[in-house]
């Protein structure tokens, strides 16, 4: 998501005539696109503030800016803290960033964290970054009102707002068009997806997908994330009807244990859940499904924590994102609940959960060996410039020699060995 405003970011400013450069040293301005999650991430930003230090020793005009969450979390409270940043900029305020830069060449400092209900940037075409030329994110709406209790996005992002469906499909189709072959629709919570059109219909999360699969068969759909209990049996069933959409579903957990989820503030329990995941075996048999998972969130038990092992042995999980419970301000945590695991237990439970997954994310793939897939080749392997690599539908990734293949291709690879993250194939003509 950071990455897609980043995008959205250099695309505004492009417009005034700024440019982009590659190497800091050349740079007037460096800006800072920042996550508030987890304190870490934070700790990580403060470091980096400090150590362009030096740079600015040397370059006495260069300002520095904070953007994004951490900078709407903190506002104007970050410049206080860190003298050497001129500007803090929050998630729905990137409009106004070029009068900002021209105050801050003026010699101010300042900070516009203001939220909207209304801002997608829907009109705004992203400079892609980093980009391989053959995926690319689109987001498709903004802000997240679920609130669990230890999340600090619906403080910092806002309130939920979808993006106009015809300006996404404008979108899609360009950077097909440009050859992408790729696209994956951003949201905190895609499931909620709902924008009511001026002829006064309404278009859904599945309606969207659909109309986006249509461009082409050739141009791969992915979507993150989906909300469990915001997870509908349509989706799935368009999902079925599309090749093109990818069998691959991004489903955070977050806990085994119902007592957690409700103090979590999921509005779901575990059996719920497996319903879903249930649903997604019954329409979509080859659908990979990979979740987040928090250890050591407030008066979480042993008992607790062995419902989350469970919970992956049951599931089976292809890929998960595991995560030590941070207690954030603002949240409903913070205010309600104490921080009351400590953090060697949380370690504990923590790698428990690793060592687990890593294992069934090792048989998950031995299952492979033997398969047959068709993959888009995505670039060179970062171990040896004699392999490709690329992935499956079910967003596996599938090393192998490149032989006469470039990327972008799509193009069948048999698997024949693997590890706990990748998988080793053979081109088959
Ligand atoms: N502490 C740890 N992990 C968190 N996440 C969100 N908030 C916190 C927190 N306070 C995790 C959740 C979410 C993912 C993006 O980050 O698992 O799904
Ligand atoms: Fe945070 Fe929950 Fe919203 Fe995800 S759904 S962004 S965890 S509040």
């Not at 500007?87 to 729905?92: H, M, N, S, T």
């Not at 400092?109 to 075409?125: G, K, P, Q, V």
Request: one cysteine or more; charged letters at 30%.
């Amino acid at each position: 998501m950071n990455l897609a405003d980043s995008e959205v970011v250099v695309s505004i400013l492009q417009k005034e005539g700024y440019e982009r450069v590659e190497e800091i040293e050349q740079a007037d301005f460096v800006m800072i696109n920042t996550c508030a999650i987890r304190d870490n991430a934070e700790q990580r930003i403060r470091k980096r503030v400090r150590e362009l230090r030096a740079l600015q020793g040397r370059h006495p005009q260069l300002r520095i800016g904070i953007l994004g969450c951490m900078a709407e979390r903190l506002q104007s409270q970050l410049m206080a803290e860190e003298d050497n940043v001129s500007f803090v900029v929050g998630p729905d305020a990137y409009r106004r960033m070029p009068e900002i830069l021209k105050q801050v060449r003026q010699g101010s400092r300042t900070a516009d964290t203001e939220l909207s209900t209304e801002e997608t940037y829907a009109d705004i075409e992203p400079v892609r970054l980093h980009s391989n030329g053959i995926s690319a994110f689109i987001s498709i709406m903004r802000g997240c009102q679920n609130y669990c209790a230890y999340c600090v996005v619906p403080y910092t992002r806002g309130r939920e707002r979808s993006r106009d469906p015809e300006t996404i499909v404008h979108e899609a189709r360009t950077l097909f068009e440009r050859g992408y072959k790729e696209v994956t629709l951003l949201g905190q919570n895609v499931n909620s997806y709902r924008y009511k059109n001026t002829d006064g219909s309404t278009t859904s999360f599945p309606q969207l997908m659909e109309q986006v699969a249509l461009i082409s068969p050739l141009l791969r759909v992915r979507f993150a994330t989906s909300h469990p209990k915001d997870l509908s049996d349509e989706l799935l069933q368009v999902m079925a009807r599309h090749d093109n959409i990818c069998k691959c579903i991004h489903l955070p957990v977050q806990s085994g244990s119902n007592r957690m989820l409700k103090l979590m503030n999921r509005h779901y329990t575990a059996e719920w859940y497996l319903d879903r995941v249930a649903a997604i075996r019954h329409y979509l048999p080859e659908c990979s499904i990979t979740t987040d998972v928090i250890a050591g969130f407030c008066t979480e038990t042993e008992e607790d924590h062995q419902a989350t092992l469970e919970m992956f042995r049951t599931v089976r999980y292809d890929y998960a994102y595991m995560f030590k419970f941070s207690m954030r301000p603002d949240t409903f945590a913070h205010k309600h609940m104490v921080d009351d695991i400590d953090e060697r237990e949380k370690t504990r439970r923590l790698e428990e959960i690793i060592a687990l997954q890593g294992q069934i994310a090792l048989e998950n793939n031995q299952k492979e060996i033997g398969r047959t897939y068709e993959i888009l080749v995505e670039g060179t392997s970062h171990r040896s410039d004699k392999q490709l690599f690329g992935r499956n539908s079910q967003n596996k990734v599938i090393v192998f020699d490149r032989e006469e293949v470039k990327p972008g291709e799509y193009v069948r690879v048999e698997v024949t060995d693997c590890t706990a993250a990748t998988l080793k194939g053979r081109l088959v003509k």
